[in-house]
């Protein structure tokens, strides 16, 4: 019933930037926040940063702070995330993440980010 789509994903330098997307279709009327996460081979996943939908506060995890920016269109349910800098530790699978009210999360397929040297 939910979907969402995500693009921006690729293959980068070090100290490069990427632009990640994902929109929301379905019944998304009643989202409270979207968000991303990511998961590095071997590694758990971890959360990246949020975005709670009607007051607009976003979350950072503290490896990302000063480097990556979530932002929105409110209207179309649509968040981006914008990394900046980016090294080889931030190469991973990146999810998006929305969550519906009185409804268990959904989650995108997942987009590359892979920082070379």
């Known amino acids: 019933q939910v979907q969402l789509v995500e693009s921006g994903g690729g293959l980068v330098q070090a100290g490069g930037s990427l632009r990640l997307s994902c929109a929301a279709s379905?019944?998304?009327?009643?989202?409270?926040?979207m968000g991303w996460y990511r998961q590095a081979p071997g590694k758990e996943r971890e959360f990246v940063a949020m975005?709670?939908?009607?007051?607009?506060?976003?979350y950072y995890a503290d490896s990302v702070k000063g480097r990556f920016t979530i932002s929105r269109e409110l209207y179309k349910k649509t968040v981006y995330l914008q990394m900046n800098s980016l090294t080889p530790e931030d190469t991973a699978v990146y999810y998006c993440?929305?969550?519906?009210?009185?409804?268990?999360?959904?989650w995108g397929q997942g987009t590359q980010v892979t920082v070379s040297q």
């Open positions: 993440n929305i969550k519906i009210r009185e409804h268990d999360d959904f």
């Open positions: 379905g019944r998304t009327s009643t989202a409270v926040a």
């Open positions: 975005m709670r939908w009607s007051g607009g506060s976003v």
